[in-house]
């Protein structure tokens, strides 16, 4: 009769509420660990300048303030260290922007050769500490017009060019290229012959903290974010990131772009 009908028809509400409220609990401890993972990781990103920077700090306090020889010395290595917190801190803040899909792209047409170029400009004087020479590999000088959100852009190739600095060789290259890929898209790519990375490591690569050396005798300093950001700034544009790499040989990141209309480009 009708009242089993309701009944049946309660029951199922029930037991369809509580299946719905079951994934949203499973969604929410999901995102809390989530949340953990992430704090925790960036109170240790945050800990290790910090102690350096107290450190410093203390050993002056303690007489090496006025050994005029040191206290130069010791200074600078805590602005060092205070100018590293600071490019972690603005890391963090743009990945949290990128994670919570708040990016806004600002699509313009540009040169991306004279954007590479500039890059190179801004690195230059990092790669000639390490003397690594900055090579742009082109037939044409002509310029490249493409679509995009050009700082973003810029982002990516400065986080690109900078890791290739930094887990490049001395004395090594860094050769960035522009080349046509199908229809109306470019790929531009960024190869250096450096300590390259094996092959377990690839995938993981993109994710925020992840790294390959994790020892805290790291030499080089980063906050394990540029890459996470590299990805989420490609894939916002719709487009797509490549990494290929060969331990001892070098690697090489990759990524497209799409050109503007009528935009002669590379061959
Ligand atoms: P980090 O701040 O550690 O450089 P990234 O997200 O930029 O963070 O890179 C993640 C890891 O990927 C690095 O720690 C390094 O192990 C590896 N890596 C990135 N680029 C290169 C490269 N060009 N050659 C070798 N290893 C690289």
Redesign the pocket.
Known sequence: GPITTDLRTLNEEIENFARAKKIEIDTLRIREEYRKEFLGNVSHELKTPLFTVQGYIHTLLDGALDDKKVRRKYLNRAAKGVERLIYIIKDLDLITKLEVGDLHLEWETFDIVELIQSVFDLLEMKAARKEISLVFDMEYTTPIYVRADKEKIQQVLT??V???I???YPKGTTEVSVENLIKNKVIIR?T?N????AEQ?LTR??E?F????KSGS?K???????????KHIIEAHNEKIYVE?DVDV??E?SFTLEKAKGSPGPD
């Open positions: 986080n690109l900078v890791n290739s930094k887990y490049g960024v250096d450096g300590e390259g990375i490591h690569l993109f925020r992840y790294r390959v050396d790291r080089e300093g980063g906050s394990g974010l540029g890459l996470a950001i590299v790499s070098g690697s990141f």
